[in-house]
């Protein structure tokens, strides 16, 4: 099946959940952004004040006990959820890290993670990287076979 056709993994799906609950809250939301070598964000939020809101989305309790990096990504944002689906055993989830129960369609926020401010020069850095990243997803969806040989190496 081509990859254009391939059907959503979960965490895509609960993602699209995540970002469908951030527009209700006036956010506006990127996926899979990479904010430094080594780490890829599932879903950033910006919200209307430029707060920013990292969730990483977990399927499974293998997918949570795996990753190895989440500790990585509080640096680099105000607040940081975890969203699992309703039969997640959240007990598992740090105390300190806020939780988004979501599915494909709709989210809840049922914890909010603690809020730790990004440095400015970090927060105008990642607002550029962020804008860079939303554009280049825009302009690769509009113009698919022109964008993918001329995309800027700092898109991603």
């Known amino acids: 099946m081509p990859d ?73 944002c105000d607040r940081y959820f975890w969203a699992v689906d309703e039969n997640f055993p959240t007990d598992l ?5 806020g939780l988004i129960i979501a599915d494909a369609y709709e989210a809840e926020i049922v914890r909010m993670g603690a809020e730790h401010k990004v440095a400015p020069a970090r927060r105008k850095a990642l607002i550029h990287k962020f804008a860079r990243h939303a554009a280049a997803r825009w302009h690769a969806a509009r113009d698919p076979g022109h964008y993918g040989a001329a995309r800027p190496k700092s898109a991603s």
């Open 4 to 76: 254009d056709q391939a059907q959503p993994r979960p965490g895509q799906l609960l993602a699209r959940g995540v970002c469908r609950h951030f527009a209700s809250l006036d956010f506006v939301t990127v996926v899979e952004l990479v904010p430094r070598t080594g780490l890829r964000v599932d879903v950033m939020g910006l919200g209307p004040k430029g707060e920013i809101w990292i969730v990483e989305c977990k399927s499974s309790r293998e997918d949570f006990t795996s990753d190895r990096k989440w500790q990585g990504y509080l640096e680099w």
């Open 93 to 97: 989830l740090p105390d300190a890290t």
